[in-house]
């Protein structure tokens, strides 16, 4: 067995915490929790969501852990070594095309969020020295989506921003990177937690978080909330399973796989916590925001409220530095391939992911303006995406994963990895909650997509 990887290491566990809690926290803990909890209604749909985490979300992550730190790949050569070993085909590799595949599209609009966030975080700061304030925050946000070249500016930034760091490496890139910025995240949301605390609408914003309303529930939601299941946790396109590649040998899998996946669970609540307050003491509906809702609804308070301005240039700054390590891990498994498969050099194989996916990202750009006409099966351009990558290729991904862990992947090799570091019931459980449940509920999902049941 391999014990190291040709792409690094991290060099503890705690620096593999790090990376992989800074790829599940990002924007779909701060930006899209809150914004599809609000369009779904509230406690019914976080119900379902915590529920998936659990059955769906955990188990995938523990196999693709077991599956990158015994393949030690990137996660195409990881399956093909894997499939080798239990004897199986290797069309097993598929599932890290997809998962190559679903994270450029991922990626694409990822990063067109992400820049505006950057976007915001500069206006905050123009606004420290003198600038103008942000007085009608729905023309801000509209404004913004209206010039391609702005967004296609910020979306260019953050991607420069993020090859940098995947660039120079695990060791010297991605976990110095993380070590300083995820402390850092942490800081300013509790900070901003706390002001959420003292709107005096804590409660009320908890209740609409928690109390489910179960009239709310239809396949759809349940849909919306594997999918944002997925996609918080980083799992169903090999992102995870890269970063476990590049973990030391003795670390206990379930327990850095529990303290990720609550970790990231706790900040998307937090984030909640602490936005829903705001929304409500406007006065704002805290159903139905959409996408739009943290970038028009916070400004509002961060105008009124004392050193606002200070505490919109801290959120933003938050969100993008949270963006920051997702949009990382999201850019690691093509590029380990790539390294792999060619003769490039990690930095030329980096450059030309983020060259790539820059360009995908456009189609998002243009959605908002030159294409707000353009309908892909009544969607519009990047919902379309969002949807195809989130909704679909996730799950598949995730699927397909678990069945390659449960029944395909030699179970010496999970017995090693996964049996000896946990109680033999909670192994067993893994084992059939992987086989069965998983599977079983991702399958009723897919079939509700597509309207088979
Ligand atoms: N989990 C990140 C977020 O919540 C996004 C992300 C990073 C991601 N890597 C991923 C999503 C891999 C799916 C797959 O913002």
């Given at each position: 067995?391999?014990?190291?990887?040709?792409?690094?290491?991290?060099?503890?566990?705690?620096?593999?915490?790090l990376?992989?809690?800074?790829?599940?926290?990002?924007?779909?803990?701060?930006?899209?929790?809150?914004?599809?909890?609000?369009?779904?209604?509230?406690?019914?749909?976080?119900?379902?969501?915590?529920?998936?985490?659990?059955?769906v979300g955990?188990?995938?992550?523990?196999?693709e852990?077991?599956?990158?730190?015994?393949?030690?790949?990137?996660?195409?050569?990881?399956l093909?070594?894997?499939?080798d070993?239990?004897g199986?085909?290797?069309?097993?590799?598929?599932?890290?095309?997809?998962?190559?595949?679903?994270?450029?599209?991922?990626?694409?609009?990822?990063s067109?969020?992400a820049?505006?966030?950057?976007?915001?975080?500069?206006?905050?700061?123009?606004?420290?020295f003198?600038g103008?304030?942000?007085t009608?925050?729905?023309?801000?946000?509209?404004?913004?989506?209206?010039q391609?070249g702005?967004?296609?500016?910020?979306h260019?930034?953050f991607?420069?921003?993020?090859?940098?760091?995947?660039?120079?490496?695990?060791?010297?890139?991605?976990?110095?990177?993380?070590?300083i910025?995820?402390?850092?995240?942490?800081?300013?949301?509790?900070?901003?937690?706390?002001y959420?605390?003292?709107t005096?609408?804590?409660?009320?914003?908890?209740?609409f978080l928690?109390?489910?309303?179960w009239?709310?529930?239809?396949?759809?939601?349940?849909?919306?909330?594997?999918?944002?299941?997925?996609?918080?946790l980083?799992?169903?396109?090999?992102a995870?399973?890269?970063?476990g590649?590049?973990?030391?040998?003795?670390?206990?899998?379930?327990r850095?796989?529990?303290?990720?996946?609550?970790?990231?669970?706790?900040?998307?609540?937090?984030a909640?916590?602490?936005?829903?307050?705001i929304v409500?003491?406007?006065?704002?509906?805290?159903?139905?925001?959409?996408?739009?809702?943290?970038?028009?609804?916070l400004p509002?308070?961060?105008?009124?409220?004392?050193?606002?301005?200070?505490?919109g240039?801290?959120?933003?700054?938050?969100?993008?530095?949270?963006?920051?390590?997702?949009?990382?891990?999201?850019?690691?498994?093509?590029?380990?391939?790539?390294?792999?498969?060619?003769?490039?050099?990690?930095?030329?194989?980096?450059?030309c992911?983020?060259?790539?996916?820059?360009?995908?990202?456009?189609?998002?750009v243009?959605?908002?303006?030159?294409?707000?006409?353009v309908?892909?099966?009544?969607?519009?351009?990047?919902?379309?995406?969002v949807?195809?990558?989130?909704?679909?290729?996730?799950?598949?991904?995730?699927?397909?994963?678990?069945?390659?862990?449960?029944?395909?992947?030699?179970?010496?090799?999970?017995?090693?990895e996964?049996?000896?570091?946990?109680?033999?019931?909670a192994?067993?459980?893994?084992?059939?909650?992987?086989?069965?449940?998983?599977?079983?509920?991702?399958?009723v999902?897919?079939?509700g997509?597509?309207?088979?049941?």
């Amino acid at each position: 067995m391999q014990t190291t990887s040709i792409h690094g290491m991290w060099s503890s566990r705690l620096a593999f915490i790090l990376a992989a809690t800074g790829s599940a926290v990002g924007l779909g803990n701060i930006w899209r929790f809150p914004y599809v909890t609000s369009d779904n209604g509230g406690g019914a749909f976080v119900l379902i969501y915590l529920g998936c985490i659990l059955l769906v979300g955990l188990p995938i992550m523990w196999t693709e852990i077991v599956i990158g730190r015994r393949g030690r790949m990137s996660p195409i050569n990881s399956l093909r070594e894997l499939s080798d070993d239990a004897g199986a085909s290797r069309k097993w590799m598929g599932i890290g095309f997809l998962g190559v595949i679903a994270g450029f599209l991922i990626l694409s609009f990822y990063s067109v969020v992400a820049g505006w966030t950057l976007h915001y975080g500069f206006l905050y700061l123009k606004d420290l020295f003198g600038g103008a304030t942000i007085t009608d925050p729905d023309a801000t946000f509209g404004s913004l989506l209206a010039q391609p070249g702005e967004l296609a500016f910020w979306h260019g930034l953050f991607m420069v921003m993020t090859v940098s760091v995947v660039a120079f490496g695990v060791e010297k890139g991605l976990e110095r990177a993380v070590s300083i910025l995820m402390p850092l995240l942490f800081v300013l949301l509790l900070v901003l937690l706390g002001y959420g605390m003292n709107t005096g609408y804590f409660l009320e914003a908890a209740g609409f978080l928690f109390k489910p309303d179960w009239s709310q529930v239809s396949g759809a939601m349940i849909v919306t909330a594997m999918g944002q299941a997925f996609f918080t946790l980083s799992l169903g396109m090999c992102a995870i399973m890269t970063y476990g590649a590049y973990l030391p040998s003795g670390v206990n899998i379930p327990r850095v796989g529990v303290t990720v996946a609550a970790t990231d669970t706790v900040v998307a609540l937090v984030a909640g916590l602490a936005i829903f307050p705001i929304v409500i003491s406007f006065g704002l509906d805290p159903a139905g925001g959409g996408p739009g809702l943290i970038f028009t609804s916070l400004p509002l308070a961060f105008a009124e409220m004392p050193f606002g301005i200070l505490y919109g240039f801290l959120f933003f700054t938050l969100l993008s530095v949270a963006a920051w390590t997702s949009g990382i891990s999201l850019m690691e498994p093509a590029t380990a391939y790539i390294v792999e498969a060619t003769n490039l050099s990690r930095k030329a194989a980096a450059i030309c992911v983020a060259a790539v996916a820059w360009m995908m990202g456009l189609a998002s750009v243009f959605s908002f303006n030159v294409w707000s006409e353009v309908r892909i099966g009544g969607l519009e351009v990047m919902d379309a995406i969002v949807y195809v990558a989130n909704d679909v290729m996730l799950p598949v991904g995730g699927l397909l994963t678990a069945v390659f862990g449960g029944w395909v992947l030699s179970s010496r090799i999970t017995h090693e990895e996964l049996d000896k570091k946990m109680p033999d019931w909670a192994y067993n459980a893994w084992l059939w909650v992987t086989r069965i449940v998983t599977p079983a509920l991702i399958l009723v999902v897919l079939a509700g997509l597509f309207g088979i049941i």
